[in-house]
């Protein structure tokens, strides 16, 4: 009779490691009491996704909150599904978003003692692994074809049984080794199921440190360990590695818990202690008609973290934003702490809400605002070349035709108490600050009629300008003097004061000092909103400004 450990060694006859030999090489971790190993594992498939960028950061805060390890390990055993260039555009976005493991695969390197940590190089380690579980007769290999994979399917739905490869449908796991090695020794190819001992009308108690204890339905499935190109499946594949990379707590998303109980039976089975789950919520959003559902990579931009860079959003503020969905505790904890950094929150599973992961991108800019309004006028420029030199041509243009005058409109209303809220993201600073261009703003000029309110006709208009033009002081000089000014030419032109002058006297007045100053802001800027109007005309400057309304006061002779 041939035996378990015989088929094991006919299989593997390279493999002379044993599982011994594995505890030796990757010991567990010398690490303070408490200390969390966490993974951020991702598949080399394509573009970072926000959700997983949303598991990476709690994995990072999870390790570093308890001096843990957060290491990357790239699961790329599908070599089907890899895109080439994937995993290097995957590790260039997390470290953008500040979301750098200390160990693992790190795209140009690895760091740790753990490795190799690219999946496809550690088939040895598999190997022996999955010989083990052979030689324990927890495993065994099965020459089921795609045909009779198909009739088998087709079988069970003629009886509407449940699908799949377990119990009496397995029909490998049934053959004697003897018949195992005479196939084997006729080259009939093969792959290594894993053997169930589970049934799924039994179930098992789960404990996840989200939602708590649950119960589930055990697996039963027969499921293909190792495949037939040497490498192991996903599911074999993450335990092994789990397991000798000594992960603590295995944070990932909720998608995965249909597979905890394989993931489970297989830990079972190899002798291992399970490590502590938890399972984030899906990020959803609501859709046009107010229904949440998931976020989409075909449907929504907002998927992909690329969106939030091309955007010009700063990394940071998503990040913080993602943690708002994250901890409902937080967003108070960050008004309280001005915005400033997050390192001293402490994140808890205990206040992850299961039904509050929803995505909205008002928040978001809000977040985003409040960020940009904290940074000083070189901090917020410095960003936004650094973005425009990636992203955006135009914008990048503008900056380097004159960095300083550049500097001057950034720092507007900025450097003080409360500044002013007035970006969230550079992909509109262009268009935004553009009228300070003297070419751009002729350009509006000529292709856009000015917005000017058509209660006052042209002539009161071009009084008024005229008078603006030679009576605004610019030099030393503050905005309350600068606006008293203002209103004196104002009064001179029947403007009133203030409403309530107005209402009292209605025949006396063509309008508001209000309105005055809306004359004058679509005649520098050719918008009705602006930044503030004394510190736009201080950084144009009194000739160009002046310069600018004899040009809106000759279109308007015409
Ligand atoms: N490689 C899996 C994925 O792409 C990781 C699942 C896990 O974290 O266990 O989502």
């Keep these: 009779m041939i035996s378990n450990q015989e088929l094991a060694d006919l299989i593997f006859k390279d493999v002379t490691d044993s599982i011994d030999d594995l505890e030796k090489r990757y010991p567990p971790r010398q690490l303070p009491e408490g200390a969390e190993v966490t993974r951020f594992a991702p598949s080399p498939t394509g573009f970072l996704h926000t959700g997983s960028l949303f598991t990476s950061?709690?994995?990072k805060k999870v390790a570093d909150q308890s001096n843990g390890v957060f290491y990357l390990r790239l699961e790329d055993t599908d070599t089907k599904r890899e895109i080439q260039g994937s995993k290097f555009e995957l590790l260039k976005q997390l470290q953008t978003f500040g979301v750098v493991p200390q160990e693992g695969y790190l795209g140009d390197k690895e760091v740790g003692n753990y490795g190799p940590y690219v999946q496809s190089q550690r088939a040895e380690i598999y190997k022996v692994a999955i010989k083990h579980l052979i030689a324990i007769g927890k495993a065994y290999p099965c020459f089921c074809s795609q045909e009779e994979l198909n009739e088998i399917r087709q079988n069970q739905e003629a009886h509407k049984i449940m699908p799949g490869y377990y119990g009496q449908f397995a029909k490998y796991r049934f053959l004697t080794n003897e018949e195992r090695v005479k196939l084997i020794k006729e080259g009939k190819p093969f792959v290594i199921r894993f053997k169930s001992s589970g049934s799924h009308l039994r179930k098992i108690r789960v404990k996840d440190l989200i939602r708590g204890e649950f119960d589930i339905a055990q697996n039963d499935q027969d499921i293909v360990i190792y495949k037939s190109d040497g490498l192991p499946t996903y599911h074999f594949a993450h335990v092994v590695d789990d397991h000798f990379m000594r992960t603590t707590t295995v944070i990932r998303g909720e998608e995965w818990i249909a597979s905890l109980p394989i993931h489970v039976e297989l830990f079972e089975a190899m002798g291992w202690q399970t490590p502590k789950y938890a399972h984030l919520p899906v990020i959803m959003k609501l859709d046009e008609n107010g229904h949440k559902r998931k976020l989409s990579k075909r449907l929504d931009k907002e998927a992909a973290v690329s969106f939030f860079l091309e955007d010009g959003y700063l990394p940071n503020s998503l990040i913080m934003y993602l943690m708002t969905i994250a901890n409902s505790n937080f967003e108070e904890w960050i008004f309280q702490h001005h915005f400033q950094n997050m390192e001293d929150f402490r994140f808890s599973f205990d206040k992850v809400s299961l039904e509050g992961a929803l995505f909205d991108i008002g928040k978001l800019n809000f977040f985003s605002k409040e960020?940009?309004?904290?940074?000083?006028?070189?901090?917020?420029?410095?960003?936004?070349?650094?973005?425009?030199?990636?992203?955006?041509?135009?914008?990048?243009?503008?900056?380097?035709?004159?960095?300083?005058?550049?500097?001057?409109?950034?720092?507007?209303?900025?450097?003080?108490?409360?500044?002013?809220?007035?970006?969230?993201?550079?992909?509109d600073l262009a268009s935004s600050i553009s009228f300070f261009y003297d070419d751009l703003y002729r350009k509006t000029l000529d292709e856009e009629p000015l917005p000017f309110n058509s209660k006052f006709n042209k002539g009161t208009i071009i009084e008024v300008l005229g008078d603006l033009k030679d009576k605004l002081p610019y030099d030393n000089v503050d905005e309350q003097t600068w606006f008293a000014a203002l209103k004196d030419i104002a009064l001179e032109h029947k403007f009133a004061p203030n409403n309530k002058t107005l209402k009292a006297n209605p025949e006396q007045y063509i309008g508001l000092v209000a309105d005055v100053a809306e004359m004058l802001r679509i005649t520098i800027t050719t918008r009705k909103n602006s930044p503030n109007l004394f510190y736009v005309l201080q950084v144009i400057g009194k000739e160009r400004s002046n310069k600018r309304i004899e040009q809106v006061i000759l279109l308007l002779q015409k």
Excluded: G, T, V
Aim: aromatic content about 14%.
């Design 371 to 427: 960020l940009l309004a904290l940074m000083n006028k070189c901090e917020i420029s410095e960003a936004a070349y650094e973005y425009a030199k990636q992203y955006c041509p135009e914008l990048k243009q503008l900056i380097e035709r004159d960095k300083n005058y550049f500097m001057d409109i950034m720092n507007i209303e900025r450097e003080k108490e409360n500044p002013r809220k007035d970006y969230y993201r550079f992909s």
């Design 57 to 59: 950061m709690i994995c």
